[in-house]
């Protein structure tokens, strides 16, 4: 960002997020800069009431926000649509949504196209078991392959739900490859070089003895979702532009019902790790000015990313926070507990530790796990305590004495922290070159008992497109396999029409 009153002095402080409410004060605790956020808490412990909800009813610049329930919707959408903020709402099991076609990112360009296609075909195939994972990175290709194809075929919809038409044909699919490459080898409708390659491998996998059944129902089963009818309408238009979102401030929820959460997370995964790359290409002063001289890509965006380990392994997130400050993006994500990051189904301990270190700021409730709680205990330090020591001699005068000794004591025991009171939490700040690391008891910030949040919150919603249902079953063109028929050619069937002959039985043994 730059000052206004001098365009090329560069501003340093950014957009604030709230993290926590002084011990005593009236007053909110925040970070800004590029710093990142995160809180593991188990559920029923306010994550919303005193982390997200706050924060999008304050943060001034863009945000992309995860919300089970639809509960941030309801409390902040009125407030952040008033302020000018261009809002969408992306809510694929209702009809009455923003719609978010996630091919439409994808580049054109020979030398880009195929590396983006493998980039949404990596969020799409991820295996709750890393051991599994070679069979999902061959469904990729396979994917990859398809999204190729349709790009190179204008008559057919370049959708989530037209690919899954073609991953339905199942083991077909490999029959389907042939007539294609049969088809459209040569001539004005040829496929590229590199589509007919890709196009091959789905052949060549065809011809396996074994595997390609397994490939092909992975190919299928992660599409299962895209079939439904709210989704596909949900995929089929462009409402929703991440890579404009530095340029106007523009607020947008993914939203869906909490029972449903899981069921949506590889969509969610594909949603917003588009939404990061998308920011992170550019970096803000490499993207050009305005009229006036100030940054074309001038606001930064905040990712909300509320039960992030639903999502599976997000490849965005395994790099983005540590190398991408620059591009303006920040982070507050917000998940049950560690070891969900560091599970086998997201990132293993390794990558989830690296990504969770790159998060300056870690808000901390009371754990409810007596081993997380020893953990914290053990980083939060001792401290030092005076402890008076009584002696008594049993001599022929009997004399008492008292002496005081200096003895460390952990700041808070683990049995402290998980019983820290409900309106209570402990922050941790990272240290930086010019500051030590810094430790903070304070209060949750609780936004229905602030006048500040009252007034913002739940205000009226803005109005959101219908779909037309009747459009629905045109969003997808069906498709088969065409299974040539036989046909005798002469002399052939005249020889057996002649020996069917000879074989019938006299007429007079007929009757």
């Known amino acids: 960002m730059y000052s206004q009153e001098n365009l090329q002095k560069r501003i340093e402080d950014f957009p604030p997020i709230l993290i926590g409410k002084h011990p005593k004060r009236d007053s909110f605790l925040a970070t800004y800069g590029q710093s990142f956020v995160m809180l ?3 559920p029923g412990t306010m994550k919303g009431v005193s982390m997200v909800i706050p924060n999008l009813l304050t943060f001034p610049d863009s945000v992309v926000v995860n919300d089970p329930k639809f509960e941030n919707w309801d409390a902040t959408a009125g407030f952040r649509a008033l302020t000018g903020q261009k809002v969408r709402r992306f809510s694929p099991e209702r009809m009455d949504t ?7 990112a994808l580049r054109r360009d020979p030398l880009y196209r195929l590396g983006d296609i493998r980039t949404q075909a990596a969020a799409l195939y991820v295996s709750d078991n890393p051991k599994n994972q070679e069979w999902y990175s061959k469904a990729a290709s396979v994917f990859s392959a398809i999204v190729l194809y349709l790009m190179e075929t204008p008559e057919l919809p370049f959708t989530l739900p037209q690919v899954y038409e073609v991953a339905s044909m199942g083991v077909g699919m490999g029959a389907w490859a042939e007539q294609v490459m049969a088809a459209r080898s040569e001539g004005e409708k040829a496929l590229s070089a590199e589509c007919l390659r890709e196009i091959g491998s789905i052949v060549e996998q065809a011809k396996a003895k074994s595997g390609w059944s397994t490939t092909a129902d ?4 992660q599409l299962t979702l895209y079939s439904e009818k709210t989704v596909a309408w949900a995929l089929s238009g462009d409402d929703i532009e991440f890579d404009r979102m ?20 590889p969509l969610m995964n594909m949603f917003f790790s588009q939404a990061m790359m998308q920011n992170s290409r550019i970096l803000p002063d490499q993207g050009g000015h305005c009229e006036d001289g100030s940054l074309r890509l001038k606001y930064q965006i905040l990712f909300v990313l509320d039960e992030i380990a639903v999502m599976g392994r997000m490849e965005a997130m395994e790099t983005g926070p540590a190398l991408l400050r620059g591009a303006g993006l920040r982070y507050l994500i917000i998940f049950q507990s560690k070891d969900q990051m560091r599970g086998e189904r997201t990132y293993g301990k390794e990558t989830g530790d690296a990504i969770m270190k790159a998060f300056h700021i870690e808000v901390v409730f009371a754990p409810g796990d007596i081993d997380v709680a020893r953990t914290y205990s053990e980083r939060l330090g001792n401290t030092t305590v005076r402890v008076r020591n009584d002696s008594v001699n049993y001599g022929k005068e009997r004399t008492r004495s008292s002496s005081y000794s200096d003895q460390p004591r952990p700041l808070l025991l683990p049995q402290e922290l998980n019983e820290l009171p409900f309106d209570e939490q402990i922050i941790f700040v990272q240290g930086t070159k010019k500051t030590k690391p810094v430790n903070i008891r304070c209060r949750k910030i609780v936004y229905y008992e602030e006048e500040v949040f009252k007034a913002r919150k739940g205000l009226p919603t803005p109005a959101l497109p219908m779909g037309d249902a009747a459009l ?6 069906p498709m088969r396999v065409v299974v040539p028929t036989a046909a005798m050619v002469t002399p052939h069937d005249l020889v057996i029409q002649q020996e069917q002959q000879k074989r019938q039985p006299p007429a007079d043994v007929r009757k």
Do not use: M, Q
Not at 98 to 104: D, I, K, L, V
Not at 246 to 265: D, H, L, P, Q, W
Not at 472 to 477: G, I, N
């Open 40 to 42: 593991a808490a188990p």
């Open 98 to 104: 923003h719609r978010w076609n996630p091919f439409s």
């Open 218 to 221: 992975i190919v299928r089963s």
């Open 246 to 265: 530095r340029e106007e401030k523009t607020s947008i929820y993914f939203c869906v019902t909490g029972e449903n959460v899981k069921k949506f997370g």
């Open 472 to 477: 629905v079953d045109s969003l997808t063109v």
